[in-house]
T-cell receptor, first 117, second 113 residues
Framework: AQKVTQAQTEISVVEKEDVTLDCVYE???????LFWYKQPPSGELVFLIR??????QNEISGRYSWNFQKSTSSFNFTITASQVVDSAVYFC??????????????FGTGTQLKVEL | DTGVSQDPRHKITKRGQNVTFRCDPI?????LYWYRQTLGQGPEFLTY????????KSRLLSDRFSAERPKGSFSTLEIQRTEQGDSAMYLC???????????FGDGTRLSIL
């Protein structure tokens, strides 16, 4: 069975602070993908990043960076110099390959990020 | 590039009524997914279509739920004899290939009186 745990329910930071969102996952698959999505108050889930299980290279994209460690089954996400517009719920998700090649996403319960002035 | 479109945005109905939601995926995407999200939770997978074929259904999808994608383009999700527990946000997503990011619509928020 697949499982995603986001232990942080809510995080509050002051603008310009760096913030890291934690994600721990469980899977028996040897090949899988991990995702981060953002859900602002408007409700739409917005794709942020994707990482496959074979690539543990950590990357930076603008103010976003991620740390994927297969040994600890963690896929943490960092926002540098946070801004008020970053306030949203952030979801980590793990994919499972379905019949016909689709992929079912298993989401964590989300972390509410509040960035204040 | 138009995104995933869902209609209606909000639906309020009385318990026991039938409701139908529509999803228009991104035009070149042949994979379409339905998820359900309740307050304070992440989305939960309901069902998956590749073109017009429904290839996977979650056990969350009781026999009161039915989804179709008749011509491999838009999809509908119908709930018959709605119950209080059906109150949730119903999200549709589409993607082009396996493990490509799924792009989500704004969702349909269902409230059962």
């Amino acid at each position: 069975a697949q499982k995603v745990t986001q232990a942080q329910t809510e995080i509050s930071v002051v603008e310009k602070e760096d913030v890291t969102l934690d994600c721990v996952y469980e899977t028996r698959d040897t090949t899988y993908y991990l995702f981060w999505y953002k859900q602002p108050p408007s409700g739409e889930l917005v794709f942020l990043i994707r990482r496959n299980s074979f690539d543990e290279q950590n990357e930076i994209s603008g103010r976003y960076s991620w740390n994927f460690q297969k040994s600890t089954s963690s896929f943490n996400f960092t926002i540098t110099a946070s801004q008020v517009v970053d306030s949203a719920v952030y979801f980590c998700a793990l994919s499972y390959i379905l019949t016909g090649g689709g992929n079912k996403l298993t989401f964590g319960t989300g972390t509410q990020l509040k960035v204040e002035l | 590039d138009t995104g995933v479109s869902q209609d209606p945005r909000h639906k309020i109905t009385k318990r026991g009524q039938n409701v139908t939601f529509r999803c228009d995926p991104i035009s070149e995407h042949n994979r379409l997914y339905w998820y359900r999200q309740t307050l304070g939770q992440g989305p939960e997978f309901l069902t998956y279509f590749q073109n017009e074929a429904q290839l996977e259904k979650s056990r969350l999808l009781s026999d009161r739920f039915s989804a179709e994608r008749p011509k491999g383009s838009f999809s509908t999700l119908e709930i018959q004899r709605t119950e209080q527990g059906d109150s949730a946000m119903y999200l549709c997503a589409s993607s082009s290939r396996s493990n490509q990011p799924q792009h989500f619509g704004d969702g349909t928020r269902l409230s059962i009186l």
